[in-house]
């Protein structure tokens, strides 16, 4: 297994546009995580599914967020009608549910730029 | 409001000594508090772990000391080497997601 791939590693998009990351975690897995980081802090959690069901979306998550996770594999996270301010790094993190001792696997995460 | 916090947003020590990160947490509710060590455009690395029933685990160079009355807890590094400059966070495990500090950006001097 080669870890949790997040692709693409940076995308640069003109606001108002859509853009669609993906993260394939590791197979096993039955949780994944999406979290944001911004400069200066540490990650924010955005949301969570366990197999293919999502289970808890923040606050932080406005409409124009949506997340993803078909058949219970890899995952996407779509954000429509981009805003300077969603300018981040989107990091994407996987783990067994059962085991809260040994953290979660993150990818590298995918950095969007808002022009 | 933060539930997770890392006062001190950078540390210099140097090589071969003792590096100390501290952390402090609002929520008695947490049942794991983790490290993790993150190298630029890289996501975070699991470091170590300790439980909330603990007040102490280590792993090699790396202890973590868990003072529940005080809602405190350290990363100590001994002895600190290059490769361990990063930025490190402190993070709970409760309510099914993992909270994170903002980070402490440690370097090793040489």
């Known amino acids: 297994d080669t870890g949790v791939s997040q692709n693409p590693r940076h995308k640069i998009t003109k606001r108002g546009q859509n853009v669609t990351f993906r993260c394939d975690p590791i197979s096993e897995h039955n949780r994944l995580y999406w979290y944001r980081q911004t400069l200066g802090q540490g990650p924010e959690f955005l949301t969570y599914?366990?197999?293919?069901?999502?289970?808890?979306k923040s606050r932080l998550l406005s409409d124009r967020f949506s997340a993803e996770r078909p058949k219970g594999s890899f995952s996407t996270l779509e954000i429509q009608r981009t805003e300077q301010g969603d300018s981040a790094m989107y990091l994407c993190?996987?783990?067994?549910?059962?085991?809260?001792?040994?953290?979660?696997?993150f990818g590298s995460g995918t950095r969007l730029t808002v022009v | 409001d933060q539930q997770v916090k890392q006062n001190s947003p950078s540390l210099s020590v140097q090589e071969g000594r003792i590096s100390i990160l501290n952390c402090d947490y609002t929520n008695s509710m947490f049942d794991y508090f983790l490290w993790y060590k993150k190298y630029p455009a890289e996501g975070p690395t699991f470091l170590i772990s300790i439980s909330s029933i603990k007040d102490k685990n280590e792993d090699g160079r790396f202890t973590v000391f868990l003072n529940k009355s005080a809602k405190h807890l350290s990363l100590h590094i001994v002895p600190s080497q290059p490769g361990d400059s990063a930025v490190y966070f402190c993070?709970?495990?409760?309510?099914?997601?993992?909270?994170f500090g903002k980070g402490t950006r440690l370097h090793i001097l040489p």
């Open positions: 599914f366990q197999n293919e069901a999502q289970l808890e």
């Open positions: 993190a996987s783990s067994l549910a059962a085991d809260r001792g040994s953290g979660y696997t």
């Open positions: 993070a709970a495990n409760g309510d099914d997601k993992i909270i």
